[in-house]
């Protein structure tokens, strides 16, 4: 008998990080468009939005009003970029 010692690998899913979240949840509404999410699964769904949303709402920045002062600055910035972007020969 020989006793023989390997490693063995075994794939695991990484968190996403904060860079694949806005991606993630595209894709997740563009899988509920399509219907490719069963109905049975919406009430699970719906309680795991439910808890983010909560979560996303305790954050002060978004209680301060500053993300919506972000929103209008960054569409001021899109407004004149694409005003100038016309303009260009």
Known sequence: MQIVERCVEVP???PLTRQDWPQ???DLAHQ????????????HLSDALSEV???YNRR?????GALERERFVRAR???RSSYYNAEAP
Do not use: N, V, W
């Open 77 to 79: 910035r899109q407004a």
């Open 53 to 55: 949303l909560a979560a």
């Open 24 to 26: 993630a949840l595209q």
């Open 60 to 64: 002060p920045y978004i209680r301060s």
């Open 12 to 14: 695991t899913r990484k």
């Open 32 to 43: 509920l468009d399509l219907g490719r999410i069963y109905d049975r699964d919406l009430l």
